[in-house]
Structure formats: C-alpha cells, structure tokens
C-alpha cells in the first residue's frame, strides 16, 4: 500500500499565486526541477504579473502552467496577446484552462470551449492542456452541459493530439471523486485525472475556500470534524484522501486517475515538505487509513 501511495504522489503538481511567490526565495529549494507549477489569475493578479512569474519559474528550472480564465480575457485578440506573451517571454508549454467565476465576463469569451476552438493553443504549441472537473457537480452548470464539455475536450484532445486531462476541484474525501469517475467514464473517456487535495492550511482557511469554491457533500462531513473552535485552528492535512484515492486505484488499474495536484491556499512551503516526504517514503499508514508522517 505505501508503494501506491508513493507513486500517486510522485509526481505532484502543485500551485503559487504571485502573492505566495513573493515570499518564495527560490522554488528549486523547495520542489524538485520540472515540477509544474500552477500560477492561478486570482482577481488581484493581472496578466504581466503572470507572464512575470512564469519566467521566473522557468528560469528556476520549474514547468511554469499559468491560468488561462475565460471570462477574464476581453476577446481572442487580446488571449492571443496572452498566449504570445507566456510562450515567448517565458517558455510556456502548459496551461490550465478554465472558465473562471466571474459573473459578469470582461468581454465576449465565457467558456473554456471557446478557448480551445480558438486555435491558438495550437499555433503556440500549448500541448498539455488541463481542464477543469467537478466531482461535487458545479453550482451555475447542470450535469449534461459538464458531461457534453468533457466528451468535446475529448474529441479536442484527439483531434488535435493535444495531452489533455482533467484537474478536480478539491475535495475533503476521497469518495467524490472516485464516484465520479464511475458516473462520468464514458464522458471522461481517455482524459487522465488528477485529484485536486487542499494543501495544509488550518481548517478555518480550509473551510472559507471551500464555501467560496462550492465543495459540496465532502465539506458537510469536513465540517462536522472541525467543529469546535479550537480544532479550526488545527492544520489539516490530506493524507486520509491520498490513501483512499492510492487504495481506489490499486483495486481499479483501469482507472484514469493518475496522479494529485495540491491548491496550497497560502502555505506552499508546508504543502511542498509534506508532499517530499510522502514521495521520499517518510510515512506510515494508520489502521484507520489515515497516513502519518515520520
């Protein structure tokens, strides 16, 4: 079971808002070279901000994977401007392409899809490609408008011979995510999945993201452990998740699940030392399926 585990983890991804970076005095000291390195477009960040961070991740030996939100681009034009941007200034290869939640869109782009029919992921050979999934459903999008985009990211991916995979929400189990792919595979097709975990954050800020970010049935019983004032302020951790998630895979190998991606709600550093030392082989696994660090 360790061994599942280590392979699940090893090969993480994890994020840094440009807030987070600016207290990073070198990510090398941190994470291993190539691991790719998420850079969100949160409503405080603008777009030099981010090309300017992809640089320096670049530079850094890191796999700079910026985001590129829909309805925080005003038109294909000014994505264009964008893209060239990343690619030529600082080595972009990867990106995370999601709508945003934005309720009102800058301009004329609102989805993912029109992101991806634009063509101009391929004319600046963006060739890994994550997409969002949403193991918890999605407040504002019915369940066949998700199946039918899933099924045309497939079809995008295959035409185009694009890698494309599919990054989850976060979520507090395990559970959600594995009932998703049961439910959703024929839509999820050949897409590869990667688990989003929270990183270690104290159960309050866990909490507070979660409600922002529409966690649903996961954050009830997340809830319900933390509930005294005095446990919100406890670190959390996800190790229960990955073991559920390592012991789901190990039982299904036709599982597309393939690896985790951590959101680090401000604590890179912290998330980043306990991923190492689950991927160097410094744990143990509870009876009760929990995972305890050496």
Same mark, same amino acid.
């Given at each position: 079971m360790k061994v599942a585990v280590q392979s699940l983890v090893r090969n993480y991804s994890i994020e840094a808002t440009v807030i987070q970076a600016q207290r990073i005095a070198r990510f090398a000291g941190l994470v291993v070279p190539g691991t790719r390195v998420y850079i969100p477009h949160t409503p405080h960040t603008n777009f030099d901000q981010v090309v300017a961070l992809a640089g320096r991740l670049r530079r850094e030996g890191m796999e700079p994977v910026p985001h590129i939100v829909a309805r925080r681009i005003e038109n294909e034009p000014a994505l264009e401007t964008l893209l060239s941007r990343l690619t030529g200034e600082a080595g972009v290869r990867q990106a995370l392409i999601v709508a945003g939640d934005m309720a009102t869109p800058?301009?004329?782009?609102?989805?993912?899809?029109?992101?991806? =029919?634009? #063509? /101009?992921?391929? $004319?600046?050979?963006?060739?890994?490609?994550?997409?969002? #999934?949403?193991? =918890?459903?999605?407040?504002? +999008? #019915?369940?066949? @408008?998700?199946?039918? %985009?899933?099924?045309?990211?497939?079809?995008?991916?295959?035409?185009?011979?694009?890698?494309?995979?599919?990054?989850?929400?976060?979520?507090?189990? %395990?559970?959600?995510?594995? %009932?998703?792919?049961? %439910?959703?595979?024929?839509?999820?097709? *050949? /897409?590869?999945i990667t688990a989003g975990l929270p990183g270690l954050a104290t159960a309050s800020t866990l909490l507070k993201y979660a409600m922002e970010c529409g966690v649903g049935a996961s954050l009830e019983a997340f809830s319900k452990r933390y509930a005294? @004032?005095? $446990?919100?302020?406890?670190?959390?951790?996800? #190790?229960?998740?990955? +073991?559920?998630?390592?012991?789901?895979?190990?039982? *299904?190998?036709?599982?597309?699940?393939?690896?985790?991606?951590?959101?680090?709600?401000?604590g890179f550093q912290p998330t980043a030392e306990w991923a190492n030392k689950i991927v160097d082989g410094n744990f143990e696994i509870t009876e009760d399926g929990g995972l305890v660090i050496n």
């Open positions: 800058a301009g004329s782009l609102y989805n993912t899809l029109q992101i991806l =029919e634009s #063509g /101009l992921l391929e $004319k600046y050979k963006i060739q890994s490609i994550g997409v969002a #999934g949403h193991p =918890e459903g999605h407040p504002n +999008v #019915g369940d066949a @408008i998700l199946r039918d %985009a899933l099924r045309r990211k497939n079809d995008y991916g295959f035409d185009t011979g694009t890698n494309v995979y599919v990054v989850t929400q976060f979520t507090f189990s %395990a559970n959600p995510i594995i %009932a998703w792919e049961k %439910a959703y595979g024929s839509d999820i097709g *050949a /897409l590869n005294s @004032i005095i $446990k919100l302020l406890t670190i959390s951790t996800p #190790g229960d998740i990955i +073991v559920g998630l390592a012991r789901y895979k190990r039982k *299904a190998p036709k599982s597309r699940l393939s690896g985790v991606h951590f959101f680090t709600f401000g």
